[in-house]
């Protein structure tokens, strides 16, 4: 399974971004993915999850109300819709795949390369 994480950039505070990441694999819908981030000097954490089916989703505290995590097993890509972005945002984003279908913040086996995200005025 690869993962290829991209839409990362620069942009000024208040604005938004779609990250998309592509899985390779005929299974991808058996599975949920998921979004992480870390920034400079801390620790990767958990930003999103989605189950396999996309009826579920769950969201960290810090990105609630502001991002939106989607995907379409047709075409094998989950989405991470970034509204209202804040400078504390600034990270590199990684997408994941779990090791089941349901919502999850841990058990994550498949990780893609990363993508920049930067905050700034």
């Known amino acids: 399974v690869q993962l290829q994480a991209s839409g990362g950039g620069l942009v000024q505070p208040g604005g938004s971004l779609r990250l998309s990441c592509a899985a390779s694999?005929?299974?991808?819908?058996?599975?949920?993915m998921g979004w992480f981030r870390q920034a400079p000097g801390k620790e990767r954490e958990f930003v999103a999850a989605?189950?396999?089916?996309?009826?579920?989703?769950y969201y960290a505290d810090s990105v609630k109300g502001r991002f939106t995590i989607s995907r379409d097993n047709a075409k094998k890509t989950v989405y991470l819709q970034m509204n209202s972005l804040k400078p504390e945002d600034t990270a590199v984003y990684y997408c994941?795949?779990?090791?089941?279908?349901?919502?999850?913040?841990?058990?994550?086996?498949?990780w893609g390369q990363g993508t920049l995200v930067t905050v700034s005025s």
């Open positions: 989605i189950s396999g089916s996309g009826m579920g989703t």
């Open positions: 694999g005929r299974t991808f819908s058996l599975y949920a």
């Open positions: 994941a795949r779990s090791r089941g279908a349901v919502v999850t913040t841990g058990g994550y086996d498949y």
